[in-house]
C-alpha cells in the first residue's frame, strides 16, 4: 500500500514522546503498517532529532539511520521520535533537556534510562514496537523498570549509521516490545550488514524463538546477587530461575571476579568516547548558533554550555582528564585492561555454561529525584554494563513484582548468540505451560 | 596536563584543575559551578580509584574489528543537504567564528 499513512495521535500522558507525526506514512511488509517508535537519538530524515539536548534543538536530519531505512523497508509507520536523558547519559531519563517521562506502571516514579520514553511508550500501549540504544543498560534498564522486553544485540549485528555517537565500542540499538516475539522480529528486521558501519557484522538474525530449554545450562554468578541488590528482587529472580531450572534447564552458580571494578572500567571508557564524540557540537553545523562575532574557543566554550545539561557537560571533561597526559595510564589504560579482563571472565564461563541469568537492575524502579547524586545513579548500572564491556548479547524479560513495581530478568550469551538468549526469555515468558 | 594540586589533599582535584579541564574540553564553567563539579568529580574520580588494583589475568582476543571498505566514490549529501542545518552559511561555506 504505498501511499498509505497511519494516523498517530496518542493519549501520550506519561511525556514518552518528544514529538509525533500525526500522518505517519508506510507500506507493504514484516512491519507492513505497524506503529514504530523510534528513540531520539537515532537518525529520522526529515523529523527533528535532538538526542533530547538543546544542543540539537531545530536539527533535521538529512538521511535516514539504517535501522530506520530498514523500518521503512518492511512497511513501519515511524510514528514519533522518543524521549531519553540527553545523549543516552542517564539511568532515569531525568537528564532529558525537554522534561522527565514517568513511569506508566507508577507515575510517580522514572521509567529507567536511557531509552525511558521507548519503554514508557510501549507500556503505555501507544506502540507495539520501539527503538532503543543501550550503551552501558539503556535498553534493558527502562525494559526492566517499565516491565517490557528489550534486548542489547551481539556488537555489530545491528547498524550504528545514523545513531548520534555516545561511546562507539559501547553502544547497539537494540528492540523494546512487550513481548519476546515482537522484540524478535523487530530485531529481525533491523539486524544484517551495513557497509557505511565499519564494526558491522555480516550476520543476519532470521529467528522464531523456540521454548525447549532442555539441557541449556544456566550460570549464574553471585556477584549479580551482590550488594546493593535489593533481597525482595533477588528473591523474584531467583524464582524466575527456578522456573527454568523446573522446566529442564541446568543450572550452576559460578563466580565473575571482574565485576569489582566493570561499572568503574566502564565510566571510564564510556566517558572518555563522549569527550571525542561530542566535540562536533560546536554550533556551526547544526543546533543554535555559536555568535560568530567572538573568538572562537570562547564562543565554542559559551554555546557548549548552555547547549549541554549538567551531566552532559559532567562526562566529557571526566573523559577529557582520563584521557590527558599524565592521567591516560591511571585511568583510561587500566580501564582497557579491566575491559579484557570482564571478557576473559566470559569467554572462561561460556565454556562451561551456555547462557548467564541474573536481575537486569538491583533495585524496581525509582522515585523521581532519588538519584540526584551522580555516582549513586553510575552504580545502578552495575549488572548491565558487563555485557556492553564485552560486547555480548542480553536480554531483559519481566519476572515478577516487588510492590507491583515490575522486576526484569537479564539473561547474557555467548558473542552471536543472541538467537539462545531470545529463546531463554521466551521459555520464561511461556512459564510452566511448556 | 599537569594539575597545579595546589591547596589540595593529595590525589584530589581542585578548582582549578576543573577549570582548567573545562578549558581543555571546551566547556566553560562559570565561578558558581565550581565547587560543586569538583566535589562530584572527586566522589567519582575516588570510585575509579578502584582500577588502581586492576592487572591482566590473560589477555582475550578483542572481537570489534574496524572493517575497511575499498576508497571508491558514493552518493552522499549534497552540498546543499549539508548547509541545510547550518545556522550560519554564506555563499556554500559554514560560517563559524574567528580563529584569530
Known amino acids: ?167 562507539n565500542s559501547l553502544e547497539q540499538i537494540g528492540p523494546m516490545a512487550a513481548n519476546v516475539t515482537d522484540a524478535s522480529l523487530l530485531f529481525e528486521v533491523i539486524a544484517g550488514h551495513d557497509p557505511r558501519d565499519s564494526t558491522s557484522l555480516d550476520c543476519p538474525y532470521r529467528h522464531i524463538p523456540d521454548p525447549e530449554i532442555r539441557g541449556v545450562k544456566i550460570g549464574v554468578p553471585e556477584e549479580f546477587f551482590g550488594e546493593g541488590v535489593d533481597p525482595r528482587v533477588a528473591s523474584v529472580v531467583w524464582d524466575a530461575i527456578s522456573l527454568l531450572e523446573r522446566k529442564g534447564a541446568e543450572v550452576i552458580t559460578c563466580r565473575m571476579p571482574s565485576m569489582a571494578y566493570a561499572l568503574a572500567a566502564y565510566y571510564v571508557t564510556c566517558t572518555s568516547e563522549a569527550s571525542s564524540n561530542l566535540a562536533r557540537f560546536d554550533g556551526v553545523r547544526y543546533g543554535p548558533p555559536a555568535d ?75 522515585r523521581f529525584g532519588e538519584k540526584s547524586d551522580p555516582l549513586s545513579m553510575y552504580l545502578s548500572d552495575i549488572l548491565t554494563v558487563p555485557a556492553n564491556l564485552a560486547g555480548v548479547p542480553a536480554i531483559s524479560v519481566p519476572c515478577g513484582k516487588v510492590e507491583r513495581l515490575p522486576v526484569g530478568l537479564q539473561v547474557m550469551g555467548r558473542w552471536m548468540e543472541d538467537e539462545r538468549v531470545v529463546d531463554v526469555a521466551y521459555a520464561f515468558e511461556q512459564g510452566g505451560s511448556a | 596536563m599537569q594539575p597545579s594540586r595546589q591547596g589540595g589533599i593529595i590525589g584530589m582535584i581542585t578548582e582549578r584543575d576543573t577549570e582548567h579541564i573545562g ?66 552559511n554564506e555563499d556554500g561555506f559554514f560560517k563559524a567564528p574567528r580563529v584569530m
Open chain 1, 292 to 366: 560568530t562575532k567572538r573568538p572562537w574557543h570562547e564562543a565554542f566554550q559559551e554555546r557548549r554550555r548552555e547547549g549541554f545539561g549538567e551531566e552532559v557537560r559532567r562526562r566529557i571533561m571526566l573523559g577529557t582528564f582520563a584521557l590527558s597526559s599524565g592521567y591516560y595510564g591511571k585511568y583510561y589504560a587500566k580501564a582497557q585492561a579491566a575491559r579484557n579482563n570482564v571478557r576473559a571472565d566470559f569467554e572462561r564461563l561460556f565454556r562451561e555454561v551456555d547462557v548467564l541469568a541474573g536481575p537486569t537492575m538491583p533495585t524496581v524502579a525509582f
Open chain 1, 1 to 167: 500500500m504505498p501511499g498509505h499513512t497511519v494516523s498517530f495521535h496518542p493519549d501520550d500522558r506519561y511525556s514518552a514522546f518528544l514529538r509525533t507525526v500525526a500522518e505517519a506514512p508506510c507500506g507493504e511488509g514484516k512491519l507492513g503498517g505497524i506503529r514504530v517508535a523510534v528513540k531520539d537519538n537515532i537518525s529520522t530524515a526529515g523529523i527533528e532529532t535532538t538526542c533530547a539536548s538543546r544542543i540539537l534543538q531545530g536539527y533535521i536530519p538529512p538521511f535516514d539511520a539504517t535501522v530506520v531505512k530498514r523500518l521503512k523497508r518492511e512497511g513501519a509507520a515511524i510514528v514519533g521520535k522518543t524521549n531519553m536523558d540527553e545523549f543516552g547519559m542517564g539511568t532515569t531519563t531525568e537528564n532529558s533537556a525537554f522534561g522527565p517521562t514517568q513511569n506508566p506502571v507508577d507515575p510517580s516514579r522514572v521509567p529507567g534510562g536511557s531509552s525511558g520514553g521507548s519503554a514508557a511508550a510501549v507500556a503505555a500501549g501507544i506502540v507495539p514496537l520501539a527503538l532503543g540504544t543501550d550503551t552501558g543498560g539503556s535498553i534493558r534498564c527502562p525494559a526492566a523498570f517499565c516491565g517490557i522486553v528489550g534486548l542489547k544485540p551481539t556488537y555489530g549485528r545491528v547498524s550504528r549509521y545514523g545513531l548520534i555517537a555516545y561511546a
Open chain 2, 23 to 88: 578549558q581543555l574540553a571546551d566547556i566553560a564553567i562559570h565561578r558558581e559551578e565550581l565547587a560543586s563539579f569538583t566535589s562530584r568529580f572527586n566522589e567519582i574520580l575516588e570510585y575509579f580509584d578502584l582500577l588502581d588494583q586492576v592487572e591482566v589475568v590473560e589477555e582475550v582476543e578483542e572481537r570489534a574489528y574496524n572493517i575497511l571498505r575499498e576508497d571508491e566514490v558514493t552518493p552522499s549529501l549534497s552540498q546543499e543537504e549539508a548547509l541545510s542545518n547550518a545556522p550560519g
